[in-house]
Each structure stands twice: as structure tokens, then as C-alpha cells.
């Protein structure tokens, strides 16, 4: 089977752009021999026909979704994802359809081949073992937990999308900003290891301990509150919760706030205190110190 991959040249990237009707356009910009990003604009008005995608072969897909809606059908699997959100999506060899988009969109996607990805696993379990180990078996199209947009991979792509427009494209300096983007998506993804041995009391504690904290991590209850609140004590709790979710029940809180806050600036209407404030920090430049160590720009350039 003709692989999707192996068009870039030797030194060079490779740019095409399809006109998918009036208002609608397809850019694919081929990195390197397995690393590609697509492009997807379409205008208000204007409408997506269904496209299928043949010949894809075993891969990590990152789309990234800025304007509108991102239907994804890959025959054993299905993924929806909205305005602000980024999906992590591995799919077997095959075929994926993108259902028909209606009114204006404007979507990314970055796809990145098993044999790429191999190239930069560094030891056992790594996030990136773990998902040229899963895609080694699967058949069909995994989703993983969508995350959100921020404002470090809004730089990075759109350092990326300037560099495309050059009339001569370095491979190697744009696959370096585009692995990046990769790495920096990954860094985000919450990683529970299937291979993790729990016991049943441990799930169930640590599911409840994850959704209580969802709902109140601008105003949390304390570890001792919470344990009771999981039937639970604050040893095994925290014990727990460190070895399902790779992070401390402060962290946990800590990453969902910034998380909230970076979208309430990415979608404006309020300011950088606002912001702090309502995902439950009290002192803004704390707040800003923190979102520049996870984000990599401080808060008020977003405003």
C-alpha cells in the first residue's frame, strides 16, 4: 500500500495547497519523511465536503481545533473535537474520514509516523515508548483526554505557519520547530499507565479524589477533607493519587487552574487578575510566575 508519508525532499520541505471549493482550502506542508502538517481554512459560508484520507499508515495525529468543529471517523473509532480544543489521536494503517465542516473553520493537523516517533524514544515508558508501544498492536483509532489549547503552542504554530509562507523551506529548521509543537502537546497530556498495578480500592478512591478536585480546584477542600470525603485516609490518598496520576494532589489543582485561566485569556473578556482570581489565586504575580513556567509567556500578553 502507497504510504501518506515519504514526499519531502532531501533538504527542503514541501508545500502544496488543494482548493476544496469556493472559501475552503487545504495546505499541507511535508516536513520530513513521516512528519506532516495540514492546514485546514474554511470561510463562513463557505462548507467542507467529506474528505477521506487513504493510506495512513501507524501514527500519532495532534489535531488542533481554533475555529469551528472537527469530526473524525476512522472505522473503529470515532472523535469530535471543538473550538480551543487539541486532541492526541493514534490510528492504525488505513483510511480516516473528516466529516463534512460547517461554517468557518480553521484546523490543524499534525501527523507524525510510528517510525518518526521511534527515532526520538529515549528509554522504557517514556510517553513516547508508550505510544509507539500502543500503536504497535492497534487496529482502528484510539483518542486520548483533549486538552485545551494554550498559549506556548500558539506561539510555536504560529512560528511555524510564518516560516511556511518562505519561498525556500529549511527541513531541518522547520522539523525542529515542528517536533517541538510535538513534544510541548505531550508535555500537557496526562499520562494514567495501563501497566500501573492498582488495586480496585485505589481506582476508586482516586476517581472520586480526581472528579471532586474537577469540580472545585479554584476553591478545593483540604487533603484531610477530601480523604473523608473518599472514604479514605490522607496517607492512602495521597499515596494513590501520586502513582495513578504522576503528580501530587497540589500539583493536580495547581495544573487544572492554569489550565482554566490560560482559556479564559485565550478567549478574552476578562483581565489577567480576573482571570487569577477566578481559578482561585490570590496573588497575581504568583499566578504569573506559575503560567510562565508551564506556558512559556506570561499571562498579560495575552491581553
Known sequence: MKSLFFKAGDRRCIVT??????????????????????????????????????????????????????????????????????????????????????????????????????????????????????????????????QSLDALGDYLLERIRRASRRAKLSRLATEHRVVELLLHRLDLQEWDDPDLSLSPEELRVTDRARELLMRRFADPPTIPELARSCGSNDFFLKRAFKRRFGMTIREFITQRRLETANRLLREGGCSVGEAARQVGFRHQGYFARLFFRRYGIYPKNLQ
Open 17 to 146: 495547497e488543494r482548493e476544496l471549493g469556493a472559501g475552503a482550502r487545504l495546505r499541507r506542508l511535508d516536513v520530513s519523511n513521516g512528519l506532516i502538517l495540514m492546514e485546514l481554512q474554511v470561510e463562513e459560508g463557505a462548507g467542507y465536503p467529506e474528505t477521506v484520507f487513504e493510506n495512513w499508515d501507524r501514527m500519532l495525529l495532534l489535531p488542533l481545533v481554533q475555529q469551528g468543529r472537527l469530526n473524525l471517523d476512522g472505522g473503529r473509532g470515532r472523535v469530535t473535537l471543538r473550538k480551543g480544543e487539541g486532541g492526541m489521536v493514534l490510528t492504525g494503517p488505513g483510511r480516516v474520514r473528516v466529516a463534512p465542516v460547517e461554517g468557518s473553520a480553521e484546523i490543524v493537523l499534525l501527523l507524525a509516523a510510528d517510525f518518526f516517533l521511534a527515532r526520538y524514544r529515549q528509554e522504557r515508558d517514556d510517553p513516547l515508548d508508550r505510544i509507539c508501544r500502543r500503536l504497535e498492536k492497534l487496529k482502528g483509532m484510539e483518542a486520548m483526554p483533549t
